[in-house]
């Protein structure tokens, strides 16, 4: 219940500041060395947003190239696993289709 109520409290907030900015949208200046860049507050949080948003997919992506040797190797113990498991899945097969007639015959 926690859950569902914290993203509706969240989502209730993002929609309360967009109104609030939406009426009132205020300037953002920044000023470097020898350039001004004027634009509204609006503005300026979108760009904060889709930066970070790279930051993050380009973080990832990094994190994920770094770790693919470990995940490469334990895909393939895992398919040795499952390659040794089917084996003795076959064997047994084998087995009881020798074994059936000959207990049958027994009887």
């Not at 300037?27 to 001004?36: A, N, Q, S, T």
């Not at 760009?47 to 973080?59: K, P, Q, Y």
């Not at 895992?78 to 064997?91: D, N, S």
Request: aromatic share 12%; hydrophobic share 50%.
């Amino acid at each position: 219940m926690r859950r569902p109520l914290f993203n509706i409290i969240i989502l209730t907030l993002i929609g309360v500041v967009a109104i609030w900015l939406g009426d009132r949208p205020g300037d953002l200046v920044l000023r470097w060395p020898g350039y001004e860049l004027r634009t509204s507050v609006a503005t300026g949080i979108g760009v904060t947003l889709v930066i970070f948003f790279i930051l993050l997919v380009l973080w990832r992506g990094y994190a994920w190239l770094i770790n693919w040797p470990e995940r490469f190797k334990a895909m393939r113990r895992k398919q040795k696993r499952h390659v040794v498991r089917r084996q003795w899945q076959v064997v047994s097969c084998l087995w009881l289709r020798v074994m059936s007639p000959r207990q049958i015959e027994l009887r």
